[in-house]
Nanobody, 124 residues
Framework: QVQLVESGGRLVQPGDSLRLSCVGS????????VGWFRQTPGEEPVFLGS????????HYADSVEGRFTISRNNGKNTVSLRMKSLKPEDTAVYLC?????????????????WGQGTQVTVSS
């Protein structure tokens, strides 16, 4: 079993940067890929990016590549999502997910464990 807890979401202005954290617990967390998704009301989670268990490989959705960066510190059981140049359309609940599998598989259904999410609101 793996438990995930996201934090760092808040109200920011357009153009701001923000870092979200995902803290994992469980014996296999450092072996699992971790993905970041975002979700708006009534919609399915949308893949943003993922990172491998060792933190060396990352994969991003085209829509956020260059603006979002994922990193990992297994010593602290933490995966971070750094976001810059935020736009109002980035407003969503941001979720991290973990599980075995390829970082290149973008499907939310292929992730086994999910956090509760953290709200990011981009508004002036």
């Amino acid at each position: 079993q793996v438990q995930l807890v996201e934090s760092g979401g808040r109200l920011v202005q357009p153009g701001d940067s923000l870092r979200l954290s995902c803290v994992g617990s469980g014996t296999l967390f450092d072996q699992y890929r971790v993905g970041w998704f975002r979700q708006t009301p009534g919609e399915e989670p949308v893949f943003l990016g993922s990172i491998g268990g060792n933190g060396y490989l990352t994969h991003y959705a085209d829509s956020v590549e260059g603006r979002f960066t994922i990193s990992r510190n297994n010593g602290k059981n933490t995966v971070s999502l750094r976001m810059k140049s935020l736009k109002p359309e980035d407003t969503a609940v941001y979720l991290c997910a973990a599980g075995p599998g390829s970082i290149f598989d973008d499907s939310s259904s292929e992730y086994e464990y999910w956090g509760q999410g953290t709200q990011v609101t981009v508004s002036s």
